[in-house]
C-alpha cells in the first residue's frame, strides 16, 4: 500500500476515493471500503483513502477531543489489510482548517488525487466552517465526469455503527459489544519499551508497551492475546491504567504479562487483542497483596483460555 503524506504534482493514476478519520477502522468503515475497493476494480482505478492527521476534532479542541480508537500507525495497517491502494494522510493544520469547499475539490480531489469516483458517507462535511456537502460535490464533479455515491449508515443489531458507539462500549468493559461493531477485538499495538522491572520482582515480568493515543478508552485488567512475537498468538493478561498502587498521577501504561513465555522482546512491536475485562484497577496496601491479586489475575486468564477451549471442543463434536 503506497502512503502519501503530500500531494503529487500530478496524481501517478486515476482514483476511486473515500475521505474520513476511520478511526477504529469499524464494520460501517468496512463496508465502506469494500465498496471503494469494488468500484476501484471495476473501473480500473486506484482505490484511495484520505484520512486527517491530527484528527479535526484533536486540532480544534485537544482537552475535549475523544480519545483515539487507533494511531495512525494501527489504522494504515487495517487499511492496507483491506486491500486499499493507497492512503493519502492529510496533515490537519490552520492552512488546511481556512481552505474553502470549493479549493479543496479543485485541488486535492481533482488536481492532487485523481478522483474519478468519490464515496462519502450520509453526513459529510468539508471545507471551512463545514461549508461542504455531497450536494456540492455533485454539483462541480459530476460536470467533470467524476462519480459520486452516498453510502448510508451501518447497524448491527439495530445500532449504528460509529467510532462513538465503539469507546461507549469499550469505556463500560463491554468488549464482546464493541469487537461486534469492530468485526474484531479492540486491540492496541506498539513496541515493547523498558520499563521498572517491577513485575519481574514480583514473579510476574511483563511487557511495557509504548501507547501512541492520546487517552485510552479502556482501564482495568484484562484477558488478551498477542500476535507479533510467534506464529501463533500468545494469551496473556495485561495492566491498562494509572497503576495506584505503585504511583499517583502517573500516566495509562500498558503492561502484558505472557502466560508460559519467557524470551526477550525488548524492541520487538506486537499487538495486544482486548478479550474480557477481569477487574478494575486497584490501590492495594502494598506489594504483596498487589503480587497476590496478578497471580489470582493470572489464574482467571488461565481458566478463560481452558473455558474456550472446552467450548470450541464441544462445538467441533456436535458440527
Known amino acids: 500500500m503506497r502512503i502519501l503524506r503530500h500531494l503529487p504534482a500530478r496524481p501517478a493514476v486515476p482514483a476511486a476515493l473515500t475521505i474520513g478519520n476511520f478511526d477504529g477502522v469499524h464494520l460501517g468503515h468496512r463496508a465502506m471500503v469494500g465498496l471503494l475497493t469494488d468500484a476501484a476494480r471495476q473501473r480500473g482505478l486506484a482505490s484511495c483513502v484520505m484520512t486527517f492527521e491530527p484528527h479535526p476534532r484533536e486540532f480544534f479542541a ?17 487499511l492496507c489489510g483491506l486491500g486499499v491502494d493507497q492512503v493519502h494522510v492529510r496533515r490537519f493544520d490552520y492552512d488546511f482548517a481556512r481552505m474553502g469547499a470549493e479549493e479543496f475539490i479543485e485541488q486535492i480531489l481533482l488536481s492532487g488525487l485523481g478522483a474519478r469516483w468519490v464515496l462519502v458517507g450520509d453526513d459529510f462535511r468539508f471545507g471551512a466552517r463545514r461549508q461542504g456537502d455531497v450536494g456540492m460535490l455533485r454539483d462541480v464533479l459530476v460536470p467533470n465526469g467524476v462519480e459520486v455515491v452516498q453510502m448510508q449508515t451501518v ?12 469507546r461507549e462500549r469499550l469505556t463500560s468493559g463491554d468488549l464482546r459489544g ?7 477485538p479492540y486491540s492496541i499495538s506498539g513496541r515493547v519499551v523498558g520499563g521498572e522491572r517491577l513485575g519481574k520482582r514480583l514473579g510476574f515480568p511483563t511487557a511495557n508497551v509504548q501507547m501512541k493515543h492520546n487517552r485510552s478508552p479502556l482501564a482495568g485488567i484484562f ?16 495492566s491498562l491504567g ?10 495509562p501504561v500498558l503492561e502484558v504479562h505472557l502466560l508460559d513465555f519467557e524470551r526477550d522482546i525488548y524492541g520487538r512491536h506486537l499487538q495486544v487483542r482486548f478479550l474480557h475485562k477481569l477487574r ?3 490501590k492495594f496496601a502494598d506489594l504483596e497483596t498487589l503480587k497476590r491479586h496478578i497471580a489470582r489475575d493470572v489464574e482467571d486468564a488461565r481458566q478463560f483460555f481452558r ?12 458440527r
Open 280 to 282: 478494575d484497577e486497584q
Open 178 to 184: 464493541a469487537a461486534q461493531l469492530l468485526g474484531r
Open 155 to 166: 447497524s448491527f443489531d439495530g445500532t449504528r455503527v460509529s467510532s462513538t458507539a465503539v
Open 307 to 318: 473455558r474456550g477451549r472446552a467450548r470450541d471442543r464441544r462445538e467441533n463434536i456436535h
Open 62 to 78: 485537544p482537552d475535549r477531543a475523544p480519545t483515539r480508537l487507533t494511531s495512525l500507525r494501527e489504522k494504515l495497517e487495517l
Open 242 to 251: 494509572v497503576r495506584p498502587t505503585i504511583t499517583e498521577g502517573g500516566a
Open 223 to 238: 484477558v488478551v492475546e498477542v500476535s507479533g512475537l510467534d506464529e501463533r498468538l500468545l494469551q496473556g493478561v495485561a
